[in-house]
């Protein structure tokens, strides 16, 4: 049973039809975090070793560690999702309202093809375009105004 906060992850995990998906982002992730991760220890582990050595002597190579892949973390998660997340959302989004009986609200703006096997199989070709703008300034000042409801209980889940 699924507790509130992770239906999402059950939902997807329960819905095989919904992994290839998933699959055809996976490579290009592995990719990009790679070649960030090698990109960041070659070129800032040691500065950032060193910097660190100043104020938390041997302990310095761990916390610089951290460090890096926190950085690297930061990095993947903006370029992925600036490059890489928006036609995948919104194929997980119109597959998970056509496997619940919603095909209607998706058939507007998709090609359906009803004797699919699946929910995923029947998506079509968008017949008009999503607008994701993963980094518009109406997105950021809403983060920002809505920060603040995270600290009150269940307003901010």
């Excluded at 699959?23 to 990719?31: C, D």
């Excluded at 790679?34 to 040691?46: E, K, Q, R």
């Excluded at 998709?110 to 518009?136: C, D, H, I």
């Amino acid at each position: 049973m699924c507790i509130r906060h992770h239906q999402g992850v059950c939902y997807f995990v329960a819905h095989r039809s919904l992994w290839p998906l998933f699959r055809a982002r996976l490579v290009p992730i592995v990719l990009l975090s790679a070649f960030i991760l090698v990109n960041l220890f070659f070129w800032t582990f040691l500065p950032q070793v060193a910097l660190l050595a100043i104020f938390h002597g041997p302990g310095a190579w761990v916390n610089a560690t951290f460090l890096v892949l926190g950085e690297g973390a930061a990095i993947v998660a903006l370029l992925f999702e600036a490059f890489f997340v928006d036609e995948t959302l919104v194929d997980v989004f119109d597959a998970v309202l056509v496997a619940e009986g919603l095909a209607d609200l998706v058939a507007p703006s998709r090609v359906l093809n009803p004797g699919a096997e699946s929910a995923v199989k029947m998506l079509g070709k968008p017949t008009s375009t999503a607008v994701y703008s993963p980094f518009s300034l109406r997105q950021i000042v809403e983060f920002i105004v809505f920060l603040p409801l995270n600290l009150i209980p269940y307003a901010g889940e």
